[in-house]
């Protein structure tokens, strides 16, 4: 039997599952950082053996730590388990980082999963049982939209918090819609993306080595690459994306096969392509600049789509 430790706050007790409990009743004995934890009278009812204090974990004993406790890291950095509940942690380490939410998000998201299958089912809401994948679309453009404009106006707390719930709440719906039909839920939209972002950062979650953002984000494209099976590296690219964020995307895929202007080489061909536009009765010099105009945006590290939407704001609000 290996040490355990179980991180839960004294307000989260009732979020505690079976297989802890049990775990926990099993052991020689229990540690606890303080005596006032609710689980510390429980567990003396049952017959454990309970302490307080930082002693070390023998092989058979457990801790309850509480899921901000700095020593609740150190321990998984030592190896021992760490256990958040229903979620299921590819490793200790990442156990211990995702303990402060992880209990609070799992019963937050059962709430929203349990609240859109009220409103879509017999005695829910008629407007939502009305609507389909196609009927959501713009609502799930719409309420994207929102969201970058929350980031542009820097309204980080509430209104940010209000704009992603509008946001989550057009996932949960859309997947509600297909578990009425048996494609998939909500529960496997969040394991389908739980187990790419773990192939896609053996860095993290494996033993590749990287030497900074710009090889990670080249080995992201890559494994993208693989697992979809792409034809060239500019398959896969939303028709409907804005003209600017799809060059934005078309540069940063043509990276992978040798494009990568720097920020002088950029600057030149803006320039030589807005001497053209000047003298020609065509767009398609101007064209050309807007697209070298995101090459020199790429070079500098700044998101071309983002830069011109503050600046829409910031004219507008001169003349508002």
């Given at each position: 039997m290996t040490a355990l430790v179980v991180a839960l706050a004294p307000d989260e007790t009732g979020l505690l599952t079976l297989d802890e409990w049990d775990a926990l009743r099993s052991r020689r004995r229990v540690l606890f950082e303080r005596s006032d934890h609710p689980l510390v009278a429980r567990l003396e009812e049952a017959g454990v053996d309970v302490?307080?204090?930082?002693?070390p974990l023998g092989e058979d004993e457990a801790a309850v730590m509480e899921p901000g406790s700095p020593r609740l890291l150190e321990l998984a950095r030592a190896g021992i388990r760490i256990s958040i509940g229903p979620a299921s942690p590819p490793d200790p380490v990442s156990a211990a980082r995702g303990a402060p939410i992880a209990r609070r998000a799992a019963a937050a998201t059962a709430d929203l999963a349990t609240v859109m299958a009220r409103l879509r089912s017999s005695d829910g809401c008629p407007w939502d049982r009305e609507q389909s994948h196609e009927s959501l679309r713009v609502h799930l453009i719409e309420e994207a939209h929102e969201v970058l404009e929350a980031i542009d106006k820097g309204q980080f707390g509430e209104e940010l918090e209000d704009e992603l719930g509008d946001v989550l709440l057009q996932v949960a719906f859309h997947a509600q819609l297909a578990s009425e039909d048996g494609r998939f839920d909500l529960a496997g939209v969040a394991d389908r993306i739980v187990a790419k972002l773990l192939r896609r950062h053996p860095h993290v979650f494996g033993d590749v080595e990287v030497s900074g953002a710009g090889e990670?984000?080249?080995?992201w494209e890559a494994l993208k690459s693989e697992e979809k099976e792409r034809a060239g590296p500019f398959e896969g690219i939303p028709g409907s994306l804005p003209a600017l964020l799809t060059a934005y995307k078309v540069q940063k895929r043509a990276a992978q096969v040798g494009f990568e202007p720097d920020a002088r080489e950029a600057r030149t061909n803006l320039l030589a392509s807005l001497d053209r536009a000047g003298s020609?009765?065509?767009?398609?010099?101007?064209g050309e600049s807007l697209f070298w105009l995101v090459a020199v945006a790429r070079a500098a590290g700044v998101d071309p789509e983002g830069a011109l939407l503050r600046a829409i704001t910031k004219f507008r609000a001169r003349y508002e």
């Open positions: 302490a307080v204090g930082d002693d990670v984000v080249r080995n020609s009765a065509s767009g398609d010099d101007l």
